[in-house]
């Protein structure tokens, strides 16, 4: 997914490049054509639904999610604004669930008197005294 995701960035930032020398109106054309092709596709889609990859998912979401609510009702896609939106929080909260991750697996490591308390014995002497052997 990853490598797709970078292929997809090279491949619009490219597109972008291209759009420096057009005119205005050269853009607005190419806009419509798209909004047509689009609405061709939802046409002959009928009740079926267009499948995105991940890849394309956190493309559209990193591309769209800034835009405000009622600008992004506006725009043509084939998925309803709140979907992006949706897509965009799961990108999130998988970053924010890989980073949380412990770097190590299994229990930490008890040294120091601090884990007798910590197992509810007292370090030295007493009932339930604490061995050296935490």
Known sequence: MLLRLAYLGVTN????LRLLPM??????????ALRH???VLERQLGKDRV??????RAFLAALL?????????GVRLLVRPDTVLRWHRGL?????????????S???????????????????GGIGACTANC
């Open 106 to 124: 299994g229990r930490p490591r008890t040294v120091g008197p601090w884990c007798c308390a910590w197992r509810g014995r007292t370090p030295v």
């Open 23 to 32: 005119e205005d109106r050269e853009k607005t054309v190419e806009i419509l």
């Open 37 to 39: 092709q689009i609405m």
């Open 65 to 73: 999610h800034r835009l405000p609510m009622d600008v992004l009702r």
């Open 92 to 104: 999130l909260a998988r970053r924010h669930a890989a980073a949380s991750q412990p770097k190590r």
């Open 51 to 56: 499948r995105f990859v991940p890849s394309d």
């Open 13 to 16: 930032a490219f597109a972008m």
